[in-house]
């Protein structure tokens, strides 16, 4: 079965929604795979609800990408730096620009390629620079369509200045040459062409239901230093009030960190950001998004606009505190951990009405599951930390299991151990690991 199915010839289904997601409901979405693979149908629970087909733990850890600048300057040009910290931080694939004739562009792309690192290429933008069809022979000329998992439209074009009364008909040509390209090229022709992304989380309905000339939708959602979780449902439900049954992926998400700015986009600190981010994770994993880019992996500069500060690394590729719990969260996902096989698995949580889970399929038979709570731990307005308290919340799985417990922001190795038929969880703003055999 392709993740990418097409609608029937004259289709149009702009109101078909997914059920309306609670803490406590079910909820089940399509992955989103490399072209020319086979993909399986995740599901993903809340809290409460039995896991009936858990998703691999694979499917979580290669969702999560990063955007990158392709550049012949700093910091963008030390690519082996770059592609050491993709590593560490367990990134599977970077969002970036295919740039046409640019020798930089290639020897960048070439090694994150070939350092195992997929690549999902902005093919340009309308009524400027290289078009659709030069960015394809670019890429098939210069042998880089093996890195390549998926073509992506124009970014942000409906927030383009001057073009406030033209965007649509030309994102619409722009989109159209790019399908064309793309499924008119045999280097190509597999690839998914991803849908051009909204800014500000708005005109999806403005834009329209294409499925002919895109397999997936698009989506960018900054929480501005507020819960990840109070936006992510809008983030993923406006797209796919638009796009039906296609896959949502959301490309853009993240802060920055520069506190004296005070114009729109709220800054967030580093160590609010290291919880939140691991949130955002699970979040638009609990909502069914197969694909995941935070923005950006560095800074790319060290000035006072707030574009240079969204880097999960500073300017001179030294980690914030969101780098390194995000490499946590890869690392405790993937680790060889207990053993013991789990042939069924379901839970019961109580104790706090804002507490959320997700469970996944590990290695060795072993179930990870996910929980967290809806909390903040910043007040974006006074600029202040705040302290939720913790609350004891139960988890009970209605059998004996050994269960290792993990904190993604505090680090990769076990806190603490439990044998028996239930836990009680001390929690705050941060979200705990489960390793349960």
Known sequence: MSVFRRAPSGLHVPGHQRPALTRRGLLAGAGLAAAGTAVSMWSAQAAGAPDSSSIPWETL????????????????TNHAELLDALKTGGFSWVRTDALSGASYAKAALDTYGQGGIKIQAIMGFPTMGPQPADLVDFLVTNNLTQWLIALEGANEWNLREGHEATWVSELLAHQVALYQAAKSTPETRGLPVVAPSMGMLKDWDTWGFHPEILNAENSHCY????????????????????????????????????????????????????VYDVRSVLIYFLLGVPRLSFYTLADPGTGNDKEDHF??????????????????????????????????????????????SVAAKGPNGRVLLFVWRDVSIYDRNTKQHLHPSTKSVHVDFGTNRSVAVFNPVRGSSQIDEHHGSSITLGLAGEALCLDIS
């Open 61 to 76: 850890r290669s969702m999560v990408g990063v955007c990158l600048k392709i550049k012949d300057s700093q910091p963008w």
């Open 311 to 356: 880097g999960l690394l500073t300017y001179t590729l030294a980690p914030k505190p969101q780098f390194t719990a995000l490499a946590n969260l890869s690392k405790v996902i993937a680790r060889g951990g207990l053993s013991g096989s789990v042939s069924s698995f379901s839970r019961t949580i109580s104790g706090a009405d804002d507490v959320w």
């Open 223 to 274: 929480y501005g230093a507020n819960p990840p979780e109070d936006k992510a449902r809008k983030a993923v439900d406006l797209p796919r009030a638009s796009c039906g049954y296609l896959p949502v992926i959301l490309t853009e998400t993240g802060s920055h960190d520069l506190m004296t700015w005070s114009s729109e986009h709220y800054p967030t600190p580093n160590d609010v950001a290291a």
